[in-house]
């Protein structure tokens, strides 16, 4: 199998026709210097011919047909996989992009201006000029999606960071996740087992705690201007110097060039951003070059100790990217005197470490005693790119859609007829609309209710309106113990044969004959959904819902609810949001069902699963 990875920069294009398993090239071609009279195209390292043109979608338009061209005898595409930087919260995965799925990387263009435009000018070209292939999206910030909630959060109102989507989101986890699994090959460990960091020293630079597999924490954050030292981004700053500039009478666009273009290494020294330069002139006695280098190692030695905190110890240390895997000296200032940790440096297999030349892609400079590791792995992200593409192009049949499904946890709540809200809280009473609800027409109310089990009671559980029919209280499993109740798993309005319970309102109570259910988790779709998931009304499927607590699920036995008036969104109870460590935002994944069964309105969810499984 071969996929062309295609990583579409403002000014540059990297396009890699690659075996997904060895990482094995077959093809490269780099367009360089887009959008000026300089610019140009190599093929397969061959001398570079002109390309002048004005832009990223100009110039995928002139490199795909030589690229093609230039294709060896035998080799076929079975897709292309392109390179997003900014996912936002939606894409957590590498995904199959539709029409709707380029609309939703496109909707990220104000959080990442400088990338996702130049990303997404890719994904349309290619679209249009190889469009009998599928195209996959992997993302940089997917890896990160884990972060929990103490670790992606900013201290700002949380009103002002839900409204403009502040958060942290972390980059180059492509690069941080294939190095991780690569270490974790070289300690012939499983990456589940280790708690490691690592360092992406390139242009860009960022720090990861990969704990047990799992992105914990990245220096990174709502773009990659946060955390390390880089090239010419400055990393870390007290906000208050924005603040001072700003009354300096900076403009926006001089503090962007500024912290983007002029800081970092390039700004402390004075020499352009290119460490060999710094690291020559610092030996030649430049202090403001020693002065950078002690700057910049200084840094990420904070973060190491931090990281180290964050995960309880550490088991391997990782460097990569061009200053990562290619300066001894920084990695020795960074690394020396780590012992406290557990990291002893090896001086000599430091100043020798190449991981390039290595098959395993790694070179370990710790001394034989050390109980945390030092790594130089050598970084690959177009062959994860195109090892996470193929992975999602083969399990075609088991992932049945993209589109994510929001999911909704719905605590305890009671549904009325109108005589019983009158019974409750007194004649001619109507439910007052506290807050509208996802599905359209419904809202929770008001007014609650107290639930008088046999054993105990349940204070102010909300009533959701409008009025029903029937009267229906909607319980979780641990509601029941507490109330002392046995009540059925059963979808919404599937009440015969359900016990019974006592309401009490401010007018008076009402005794239910019936209608106490545990809600039989489900999922709200249109037609159009149906259709795109290949799923019909009462069909049974399962959800794999990750979660940023580590308690990733799948959820069996969800049952399929079709109708033009609902909106795409899984409900399940408060036990079993608990259960997966679910917070706000949630979405999962539907994946393949276990057979069809046509929705009866009898019986429990146990009778019915055999009946799915068929
Ligand atoms: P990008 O983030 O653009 O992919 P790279 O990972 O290729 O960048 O890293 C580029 C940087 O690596 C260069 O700017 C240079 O500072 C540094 N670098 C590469 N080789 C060496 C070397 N031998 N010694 C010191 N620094 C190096």
């Known amino acids: 199998m071969h996929l062309l990875v295609l990583n579409c920069g403002s000014s540059s294009i990297k396009a890699d026709v690659l075996d997904p398993a060895t990482g094995e090239r077959v093809l490269r071609a780099r367009a360089e210097r887009i959008g000026t009279e300089a610019g140009v195209l190599r093929i397969n390292g061959a001398a570079p011919t002109g390309l002048v043109t004005v832009d990223v979608a100009s110039a995928i338009e002139r490199l795909l047909p030589a690229l093609l061209d230039a294709l060896p005898d035998g080799i076929t595409l079975a897709g292309t996989a392109h390179r997003v930087v900014h996912g936002g919260e939606r894409f ?15 909707a990220l263009n104000p959080i990442a201006p400088l990338h996702n435009p130049a990303n ?6 290619a679209r249009r000029l190889l469009s009998g292939l599928e195209h996959i999206a992997v993302f940089d910030t997917a890896f990160h999606a884990t972060l929990p909630r103490r670790a992606r959060s900013y201290a700002l109102p949380a009103s002002l960071t839900r409204e403009h989507g ?18 974790a090959d070289y300690l012939v460990g499983d990456l589940r087992d280790l708690r490691l960091i690592t360092c992406h020293l390139g242009n860009g630079a960022s720090v990861c705690a990969v704990e047990y597999g799992r992105s914990i924490e990245t220096s990174m954050g709502m773009t990659p201007l946060e955390g390390l030292v880089m090239g010419t981004r400055c990393g870390d700053l007290d906000p208050g110097i924005l603040l001072h500039l700003l009354r300096e009478g900076y403009t926006e666009e001089q503090l962007d060039h500024l912290l983007n273009r002029q800081s970092g290494l390039a700004g402390l020294s004075g020499l352009g951003n290119d460490l060999r330069d710094i690291e020559e002139q610092a030996a030649d006695g430049n202090e403001r070059a020693q002065l950078a280098i002690h700057i910049y190692a200084h840094r990420v030695r904070k973060y190491i100790g931090a990281y180290t905190a964050i995960l309880g110890g550490v088991d391997g240390i990782v460097f990569t990217g061009g200053i990562g895997e290619n300066s001894a000296l920084m990695r020795h200032r960074i690394t020396q005197r780590l012992d406290f940790l557990g990291a002893r440096l090896d001086e000599e297999a430091n100043r020798e470490a190449d991981a390039t030349v290595r098959r395993d892609g790694v070179a370990d400079f710790s001394t034989r005693g050390s109980r945390s590791r030092l790594l130089v792995v050598a970084t690959d992200e177009e062959h994860a790119i195109a090892m996470s593409a193929a992975r999602l192009l083969l399990d075609r049949d088991r992932v049945r859609g993209a589109r994510p499904i929001p999911v909704a946890v719905s605590a305890r709540h009671v549904h009325l007829t109108q005589s019983h809200v009158e019974a409750l809280f007194g004649e001619g009473h109507t439910l007052t609309e506290r807050n509208p609800l996802s599905q359209p027409g419904q809202f929770a ?28 209280v909607e319980i979780s499993r641990t509601d029941e113990f507490f109330l002392g109740i046995d009540a059925p798993v ?39 959904d149906s259709d795109h998931f290949g799923v019909a009304d009462g069909d049974i499927v399962e959800v794999a819902v990750s979660s940023a607590e580590q308690r990733d699920l799948v959820f069996g036995g969800v049952l399929i609810r079709v109708s033009p008036s609902f909106q795409l969104e899984m409900h399940i109870d408060t036990d079993e949001g608990n259960a997966a460590g679910l917070c706000k935002d949630a979405r999962g994944v539907l994946l393949a069902t276990g057979g069809t069964a046509s929705l009866q309105r009898r019986g429990t969810i146990h009778d019915r699963i055999p009946e799915a499984a068929e």
């Open 490 to 528: 059963r979808a919404s309005g599937d009440i015969n044969n359900t016990p019974g319970i006592v309401l009490e309102g401010p007018a008076g109570r009402v005794t239910l004959e019936r209608g106490v259910i545990c809600a039989w988790r489900h999922i709200h779709m249109t037609p159009e």
């Open 445 to 472: 109310c008001e007014e609650t209710v107290t639930l008088i089990g046999p054993k105990r009671s349940l204070e102010r559980v909300r009533v959701l309106g409008p009025a029903r029919p029937e009267s229906q």
């Open 120 to 125: 997404l000018a890719g994904i349309r070209g």
């Open 166 to 183: 502040i958060r942290r989101y972390g980059f180059h986890g492509i690069s941080h996740a294939y190095v991780a699994q690569r270490a």
């Open 92 to 106: 957590t995965h590498s995904v199959r992009i539709d029409d709707e799925v380029e609309a939703g990387i496109e």
